[in-house]
């Protein structure tokens, strides 16, 4: 296998994000997609034109992913919506734990058939096994798959049935597998972080099945082969590393946020750049993050 090689990261985009993450390259737009999930903001960057656009809304957002033009699913507080960004339309919403008042979505992608997967958490960062992990298909059928999580990161996918999440709290990144049914047929640790590593955040895999994870407290991104051993790593002027996706020529670039949440005034005279929203050129290619795909019958009734 090839030695991977990666540039110093450069500050593309220098805002001062609380807590940057849900990074996402949409090819048709030429452009980099990212959340503040604080600030209530989806940021996006056209990287040949480099033009910047930030929506706001009224929740605090997750993540979003792709579904055609300027529309997309938003993970915000309570819900999932489906919306255009452009015209601020809102074209469906789906309650997400209207029970659970203080939980909120965490991190979300597709998987590689198209369906959405996603994270919940207590928003109050408390001590508490609130967080679940929940499915919506094509039809708008939603599933929580797993429980008992303290906050959820992730997911990213090897193939339909076998993935990789995070309970960040735990320091533990999971490799499950689950059946056509949405059953887990294994669960299985796959890396647990030490103190000094920090904490695992967001992350994607690349072509060779290499997993990229965002240290958060640990101002790096890992990259660990399938059988969980370290292989390269990339060091950043930020802290909090949280989220990471491949993009731009040949799905060769890796976009990164970054937060200052939680930092103190020595933390940010020393990591100076945090909040920044980074890219590194890299010698891998990583697997394209699909659009999350609606029925033909949902299409006809919100599009």
């Given amino acids: 296998m090839n030695k991977i090689i990666t540039t110093e990261p450069k500050p593309i985009w220098k805002l001062r994000c609380t807590l940057g993450e849900g990074t996402l390259w949409v090819k048709e737009h030429n452009s980099i997609y990212f959340v503040d999930i604080k600030k209530k903001k989806i940021c996006s960057l056209n990287i040949k034109n480099k033009k910047k656009n930030i929506f706001k809304v009224n929740k605090e957002v ?15 507080q309570g819900e ?25 979505i965490n991190d979300g992608k597709t998987d590689p058939a198209g369906n959405l997967w996603f994270g919940t ?39 339909e049935y076998n993935l990789y999440h995070t309970d960040s709290r735990k320091k533990t990144i999971y490799k499950i597998k689950i059946n056509k049914k949405n059953k887990i047929i294994s669960k299985n ?7 000094e590593e920090g904490v695992p955040d967001g992350m994607t895999l690349d ?16 990259v660990f082969n399938s059988k969980a051993k370290l292989i390269h790593r990339i060091h950043f002027p930020a802290k909090n590393i949280t989220n990471c996706a491949f993009g731009g020529k040949n799905n060769q670039e890796l976009y990164v946020s970054t937060a200052t949440k939680g930092m103190n005034k020595a933390d940010l005279r020393k990591f100076r750049y945090s909040g920044f929203f980074f890219s590194v050129k890299t010698n891998s290619k ?3 993050q699909k659009k999350f ?10 599009l």
């Fill in 286 to 288: 990583g697997i394209l």
């Fill in 207 to 222: 072509k060779n099945k290499n997993l990229w994870v965002a240290h958060f407290r640990g101002a790096c991104i890992s």
């Fill in 121 to 159: 958490m207590d928003n109050l960062e408390r001590n508490v096994e609130k967080g679940s992990l929940y499915k919506l298909d094509k039809n708008l059928k939603l599933t929580k798959v797993d429980k008992n999580y303290r906050i959820t990161n992730g997911p990213a996918f090897i193939d």
């Fill in 62 to 76: 997750g993540f979003i992913a792709h579904i055609k033009n300027h529309i997309f699913i938003l993970g915000l």
């Fill in 80 to 104: 999932l919506r489906i919306q255009n960004l452009k015209s601020k339309k809102v074209l469906k919403s789906i309650p997400i734990e209207p029970k659970i008042k203080l939980n909120r």
């Fill in 189 to 195: 640790i796959f890396k647990k972080f030490s103190p």
């Fill in 293 to 302: 795909i609606l029925s033909n019958e949902e299409k006809r009734s919100l």
